[in-house]
């Protein structure tokens, strides 16, 4: 080979990596090249202008002998958008894990419920009530004084039911949400004689179909 010709291809190696190679290049940072990787590159030229290998194989070694080989963007693990994820539903016939679904979500004032989770839940209630009324009606005596024994219980009743009055607040949040309405429509049992009604009317009513603004369906869990 010519000492003009080696300088020809230094010189078409130097043009080379000095222009960009392409948009993307053009993003990356600044290297600096050695006198090997400079050397490799007139090598490769001098392949490409004796034909032994095409143009798009000379852009990709001199890439590589640049950049090197960038590694595989890994996927993003897919984010949801609501948080953390719903809580599981029992089967269908699960009747015990049904009622205690809202114990579990003790104090969870977000996400979703389904009607089944809140009516089941009231058989809580309803069973406390009944034996309220047994434990009142079979501890007082003919002088309508209440039995030391039938008073504990009673206390005891009321103290449950006053434990099991967050749940209860938080299981309607989630059964407004559910229906895509605010939780503040709780506020409604405050309404003397007719809030608490009203209340369970709209509990009746089934949820949006699909996730709304307060997150994913819970029939779809």
Not at 138 to 166: H, K, N, P, Q, W
Not at 192 to 203: A, H
């Amino acid at each position: 080979m010519t000492t003009s010709t080696v300088t020809s291809a230094r010189a078409f190696a130097r043009r080379d990596v000095a222009c960009p190679l392409s948009n993307q290049h053009q993003q990356r940072e600044h290297h600096v090249i050695d006198q090997t990787t400079l050397k490799s590159i007139e090598d490769l030229h001098r392949l490409k202008n004796e034909g032994v290998i095409t143009e798009e194989e000379f852009e990709r070694s001199k890439e590589k002998l640049l950049f090197g080989s960038k590694p595989a963007s890994q996927p993003r693990p897919a984010v949801n958008p609501f948080g953390a994820p719903p809580t599981a539903l029992p089967a269908v016939e699960d009747h015990k894990g049904w009622i205690m679904l809202p114990l579990k979500r003790y104090a969870e004032f977000t996400g979703r419920s389904t009607r089944r989770e809140f009516w089941m839940f009231q058989l809580i209630y309803l069973a406390l009530f009944v034996v309220g009324f047994l434990v009142i009606g079979g501890s007082v005596d003919a002088y309508g004084e209440t039995s030391a024994l039938g008073g504990f219980m009673l206390a005891m009743i009321m103290l449950a039911l006053l434990g099991l009055l967050v749940p209860l607040l938080a299981v309607e949040v989630r059964r407004f949400h559910d229906q895509d309405r605010s939780g503040w429509f709780v506020l409604l049992n405050l309404i003397p004689y007719v809030g608490v009604i009203l209340v369970y009317g709209m509990m009746l009513v089934d949820g949006t179909r699909g996730d709304n603004r307060f997150g994913p369906d819970p029939r779809s869990s």
